[in-house]
Nanobody, 122 residues
Framework: QVQLVESGGGLVPPGGSLRLSCAAS????????TNWYRQAPGKQRELVAS???????NTADSVKGRFTLSRDNAKNTVYLSMNTLKPEDTAVYYC????????????????WGHGTQVTVSS
C-alpha cells in the first residue's frame, strides 16, 4: 500500500509564502512524475506544477516565477514552494503521482493525497 500525505497549508496574507510537502510512504521502489493540482471553490481542479523523475519541472502560467518544485529522494518527498501568494491562489492543493513501482515490482497508478488547504487573505 502506498500513500501520499500533503502538509504545509495554512492562512497567509497576500505576498506571503508557504511550502507544501508531499510525502510518499509504503513499499516504494521508485516514483514517477509528481504533480501538484489545486481546486478552488466552484472551479475545476487544475494542474499547477509537475516534477519528472529526471528533475524537469513544469509550472502553470498562472504560477510561473512564483512557485517552484524540489525533491528529497531520501524522504520520498516533493516540495512546492509558493512565493508572492495572491488571493487567487486560495484552493485545496493536492499531490498526485502518476506511477509508483513497489518493492514487490507492482505498478500502482494515479495515487492522490487528501489535500491541504491554502488560504491567501488579509
Amino acid at each position: 500500500q502506498v500513500q501520499l500525505v500533503e502538509s504545509g497549508g495554512g492562512l497567509v496574507p497576500p505576498g506571503g509564502s508557504l511550502r507544501l510537502s508531499c510525502a510518499a510512504s509504503g513499499s516504494i521502489r521508485s516514483i514517477g512524475v509528481t504533480n501538484w493540482y489545486r481546486q478552488a471553490p466552484g472551479k475545476q481542479r487544475e494542474l499547477v506544477a509537475s516534477l519528472t523523475t529526471s528533475g524537469i519541472t513544469n509550472t502553470a502560467d498562472s504560477v510561473k516565477g512564483r512557485f517552484t518544485l524540489s525533491r528529497d529522494n531520501a524522504k520520498n518527498t516533493v516540495y512546492l514552494s509558493m512565493n508572492t501568494l495572491k488571493p487567487e491562489d486560495t484552493a485545496v492543493y493536492y499531490c498526485n503521482v502518476d506511477q509508483v513501482r513497489t518493492t514487490e515490482n507492482q505498478n500502482i497508478y494515479s495515487i492522490w493525497g487528501h489535500g491541504t488547504q491554502v488560504t491567501v487573505s488579509s
